[in-house]
């Protein structure tokens, strides 16, 4: 049977859990360390854990895929990101280490692993369900929910801070989560692209963010009228 057919919860599927809340579980203690050499060594541990997991259980090409859609859009990213952290200011980053144009490594990093959960989320879900849509939705949620709780977690350590909007959950304005749900309920249809959708998944996030920025002004206008 299909690695992600199973009906029961895998090993692999534990692995990626653990994954995510050793990561929340690391960023948390941090708030009170803010440990830059941390932060690597615990997203590197990730990393490397994963990959070992996946090989180790002969993951299917799909989750091969995953990663591939993780790595690729690491070439556009700094190009994109420097369009929020400098032009947009919806973004400030605060760590003081070398940058790829306004971007910190260890962002670059946290992405590889976010994508690597969300693809991994959609490719399970649909495997058990057999429906698109539902795993769609499903990661898209996912990466709204887990996405909040990280970034933060980031803002809580003052490692970059988030811009003030309509909406706040915490640290973070609505249109973030948003724009995840937006960019991420599609996973099923990108991994049949992976390539195309790949270099393009950022810059997708970040329209994405757009227009979720702006729907939330559109709503707030309505609301006050």
Known sequence: MDLFNERRVTWLDGCYLGALAFTCAILTLNIFSNSLLLIYSAILLVLAFLVYASVRRSAPPLLRGVWLMGLLPLIPYPFVDYLFEARLKWVTYLTSEPKVLATP??????????????????????????????????TGLFAAGSTTVVENLFNAMGFYHNAKGYGMIGYIPLFIPLGYILTFSWMPLYLRQRYISGFALYALTAVSWYFSYHFVLWTV???RQ
């Open 221 to 223: 206008s309505i609301f």
């Open 105 to 138: 490594a260890y962002i670059l990093l946290y992405w590889l692993l976010g994508v690597s959960l969300f693809g991994y989320c959609s490719c399970r879900v649909l495997g058990v369900t057999g429906r698109g849509g539902v795993a769609g939705l499903m």
